[in-house]
C-alpha cells in the first residue's frame, strides 16, 4: 500500500540523504532521485518511489538504503579534470610544495571526494610523469568518498572507454593502462600509490593524518552551510602547515575558513596560514 | 576562426560533427577519404584534421602517412575517430603522428575533452 505521496516520498529520501552525507538536494534536482532509483527498483521488483519508501522505512532490507543513498549521489568525475588547474597543479604549486619538503621528502596527498578514482588516478600519472623530480621521495596518495559503491569500483582501477576518453591523453593511456576486453585496467604500479577508503568530510571526526595537499572538489557545493563548516574543519585538521587546498573550479573557501587563504596566482588555491 | 577538416566515409558521422564543431566556432570543411584530405590540405589550412580509419580509395592511416610527409602545411592536430578500437591500432596511430584518438561511438563531451587535450578549443 502506497501511504506517501510522491513530493513527500522524494522530501524523505532527500532528507536521509542529507543525514548520512550531508549534501542537500533542492526540490529542483528532485528529478534526480527518480532517474538514478531507476535501476535499482528495477533489480527489486518496486513499481514506483512511493514504495520503496515504505520498504526502506519498514528497515525490511537495510542494505536498500544505503543503495538508494548512493545511487542518488553524483559521482560524475573525469580525468585530469579541469585541465587548466591540473597544470598548475602539477607544475608551480607541486614544485612549492616539493621545495617546502625537500628535506623530509615525503609527500602526502588527500582526494577527499575522489568518487571512483579518476581524481587520485590523474594525480598518481602526473607524479610518474615526473618521476625523475621525485627521485627518493616517499610518497602516498589517499582517495576517499562517503560512497562505498564509489570506493569499491575506485579500488578496481578498471575504467570504460568511455570515462577513459575524458580528460585522459591518448599517449598516458597506451602508457598507463591494459585494455581488458572493452575496458582499461590502471596498471598496477599507479595503483600501488594510491590508498582507497570510506570516509564522510562532514560526520567523520577520525583523524586521517595530516596532508601537503588536499584536493576536494565538486563536492563542498552541495553541501548546506553547516555541513560546510563542518566539512572544512576536517581538512583544515588535516592540513600540514604550508599545505595547500585545491577546489572545484565554481568553489570557494568564502568564509567557512579563517586557516586558509586564497593563493593570488593559482585560481582555485587556497594554502594554509600558519595562524 | 579555427578549421577543421572532417575525414569520414559516412555522412550520418560527418554531419554529427559538423553540428558539434560549429557549435563551437570551428570552420568546417569535409572530406570522404584520404585522397580527398590530401586535395583539401593543398588548398586550406587546418588547424585539426577529424580521421578516420578505414575508408575506400586511401585510409586514414595511409592518409596520415603522406599528410605527415608533405613539404609544407603538415601540422595540423590529426585526432583519429574510429571504430577500431585495440590497443595495436592506438600504438600504430601514435607512431604514425596522430596527437588524439577517439574510440567510437563518441559523443560531444568527449570531442571537446580531445580538442580541449590537443589545444583547439
Ligand atoms: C561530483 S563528484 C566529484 C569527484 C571529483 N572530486 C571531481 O571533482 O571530479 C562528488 C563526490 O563527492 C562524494 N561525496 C558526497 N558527500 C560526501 C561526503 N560527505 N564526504 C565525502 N565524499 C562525499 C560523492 O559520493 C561523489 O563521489
Not at chain 1, 560524475?76 to 616539493?98: H, K, M, N, W, Y
Not at chain 1, 619538503?101 to 600519472?125: D, H, N, P, T, Y
Not at chain 2, 559523443?107 to 578549443?121: A, F, M, N
Request: hydrophobic fraction near 40%; aromatic fraction near 8%.
Amino acid at each position: 500500500m502506497n501511504i506517501h505521496s510522491s513530493a513527500k516520498s522524494f522530501e524523505i529520501l532527500s532528507n536521509l540523504l542529507e543525514e548520512r552525507t550531508g549534501q542537500t538536494l533542492s526540490p529542483e534536482r528532485h528529478w534526480r532521485i527518480q532517474t538514478s532509483l531507476q535501476p535499482i527498483m528495477r533489480e527489486h521488483s518496486i513499481p514506483d518511489i512511493d514504495t520503496l519508501v515504505s520498504v526502506i522505512l519498514s528497515n525490511a532490507n537495510r542494505g536498500l538504503e544505503t543503495d538508494c543513498l548512493e545511487a542518488i549521489l553524483n559521482n560524475e568525475s573525469c580525468f585530469f579534470r579541469d585541465q587548466a588547474s591540473f597544470a598548475l597543479l602539477t607544475g608551480p604549486v607541486l614544485d612549492a610544495i616539493r621545495q617546502n619538503k625537500e628535506k623530509e621528502k615525503r609527500l602526502r596527498i588527500w582526494c577527499s571526494a575522489c568518487s571512483f578514482g579518476q581524481e587520485a588516478v590523474s594525480m598518481a600519472i602526473a607524479l610518474s610523469e615526473n618521476f625523475q623530480k621525485w627521485n627518493g621521495w616517499n610518497i602516498e596518495i589517499l582517495g576517499s568518498d562517503v560512497s562505498n559503491q564509489a570506493i569499491n569500483r575506485a579500488k578496481k582501477g578498471l575504467y570504460s572507454q568511455f570515462e577513459v576518453q575524458r580528460g585522459l591523453p591518448i599517449g598516458l593511456l597506451v602508457k598507463y593502462f591494459n585494455q581488458v576486453d572493452q575496458d582499461w585496467q590502471v596498471d598496477q604500479k599507479i595503483m600501488n600509490m594510491i590508498q582507497y577508503r570510506n570516509y564522510n568530510l562532514v560526520s567523520d571526526n577520525k583523524f586521517v593524518g595530516k596532508f601537503d595537499l588536499i584536493l576536494c572538489r565538486n563536492m563542498l557545493m552541495y553541501l548546506s552551510e553547516d555541513n560546510r563548516l563542518k566539512a572544512f574543519q576536517n581538512i583544515e585538521k588535516a592540513l600540514n602547515p604550508n599545505a595547500y587546498l585545491m577546489m572545484g573550479s565554481a568553489e570557494t573557501v568564502a568564509s567557512y575558513s579563517s586557516k586558509l587563504e586564497p593563493c593570488q596566482d593559482y585560481r582555485g588555491f587556497y594554502k594554509r596560514n600558519l595562524t | 576562426m579555427k578549421s577543421c577538416l572532417i575525414v569520414d566515409d559516412s555522412k550520418v558521422i560527418r554531419k554529427v560533427a559538423r553540428h558539434i564543431l560549429e557549435t563551437m566556432n570551428f570552420e568546417v570543411h569535409e572530406a570522404c577519404d584520404g585522397q580527398e584530405a590530401l586535395n583539401s590540405c593543398l588548398e586550406n589550412k587546418h588547424d585539426v584534421i577529424l580521421l578516420d580509419w578505414n575508408m575506400p580509395i586511401m585510409s586514414g592511416m595511409d592518409f596520415l602517412k603522406k599528410y605527415r610527409l608533405s613539404e609544407n602545411n603538415n601540422d595540423a592536430k590529426v585526432i583519429f575517430c574510429t571504430t577500431e578500437n585495440g590497443i595495436g591500432h592506438i600504438q600504430a596511430a601514435i607512431s604514425a603522428g596522430a596527437d588524439e584518438y577517439v574510440m567510437k561511438p563518441f559523443d560531444r563531451t568527449t570531442l571537446e575533452s580531445k580538442l580541449q587535450i590537443v589545444g583547439c578549443s
